[in-house]
């Protein structure tokens, strides 16, 4: 049976590409999504649909919303994927770069590619919604002279030409995906998954030292503390939720931390307990 995966943006996108690797070896059939929100929407409406969400970009830094998307939503964390971002520029069958007078995409992956396309001064930046909706968007309209930056697989699915691939500034951009489940589903899948990773968020009595305290303990039971992230309490004022991500060895220990750390939180909740994500290289 087909797993079904809601994935921000049209085919092609770089979720999608996510969602095959991390599922590599399976049938999957992508649901296509206008937003974030319609991704949780979409797994809150149907248990067995799955979501994939852009978490953090080693360049453009943190997703913090998305984060937010997930806790409100109940929906429960169930693995990761980490991939490799691989620019290409595309036009229509026929085209040359000396053809090319503007270059469309969403505006990270403009910002990602600024080196090569300042070798091309005589082009006109413009910033769209998505990557591969661009794509899709050059190939329906016909759009002579236009380009798209986007992946390699929406410019073949969208029969683009690609004109220059590899264009990204920094070789070394990755975004890190999370694969979200309706609660139950994702207890049905952990029975057979080795947990060592888990996502979590709370909020801290705002006194001197209360985060600190929360992290010293972790500290104490060989908690690997690796990503910690705020993000303001809407209506109460310089306050904040604490997101963080732990990976341990020993899943008792964790529990025990976590019990630890109890008396010195609020408004505790697990977003996700799954195993560490592979990297793409």
């Known amino acids: 049976m087909k797993k079904k995966v809601a994935i921000q943006g049209v085919k092609g996108a770089y979720h999608e590409i996510a969602a095959r690797n991390f599922y590599e070896g399976e049938e999957i059939e992508i649901l296509p999504c206008i937003t974030f929100r319609d991704v949780v929407n979409a797994v809150r409406k ?3 649909v799955y979501g994939i969400m852009a978490i953090e970009n080693t360049i453009a830094g943190g997703l913090l919303q998305n984060h937010e998307l997930i806790r409100e939503s109940g929906s429960f964390i169930i693995g990761e994927y980490k991939l490799r971002i691989s ?11 000396h053809d090319v007078t503007e270059v469309n995409s969403h505006p990270i992956a403009l910002m990602q590619c600024t080196e090569y396309l300042d070798t091309l001064p ?11 909706l661009s794509a899709r968007w050059i190939a ?6 236009h380009a798209a930056i986007c992946s390699k697989l929406a410019a073949e699915m ?28 994702a ?20 006194t001197a030292g209360s985060l600190s305290q929360v992290l010293s303990i972790l500290s104490f039971y060989n908690m690997n503390l690796s990503k910690i992230q705020s993000l303001p309490i809407i209506g109460r004022e310089w306050e904040y939720q604490f997101y963080i991500d732990l990976t341990f060895t020993d899943y008792t220990k964790y529990r025990q931390a976590l019990d630890a750390i109890m008396p010195l939180i609020r408004n505790f909740k697990i977003l996700g307990e799954y195993a560490e994500g592979k990297q793409s290289v």
Do not use: Q
């Open 187 to 206: 207890e049905e899948e952990l029975k057979s998954t080795k947990v060592n990773k888990a996502s979590l968020v709370f909020t801290t009595p705002h």
């Open 87 to 97: 620019h290409t520029l595309a036009a229509l069958p026929g085209t040359t770069i």
């Open 46 to 48: 149907d248990p067995s």
């Open 140 to 145: 329906e309209k016909k759009l002579e002279g």
């Open 158 to 185: 969208y029969g683009l030409e690609i004109l220059a691939e590899g264009i990204e500034t920094n070789k070394r951009n990755f975004t890190r995906f999370l694969i979200i489940a309706d609660r139950w589903t």
């Open 122 to 132: 005589h082009i006109k930046i413009v910033e769209k919604e998505d990557t591969a």
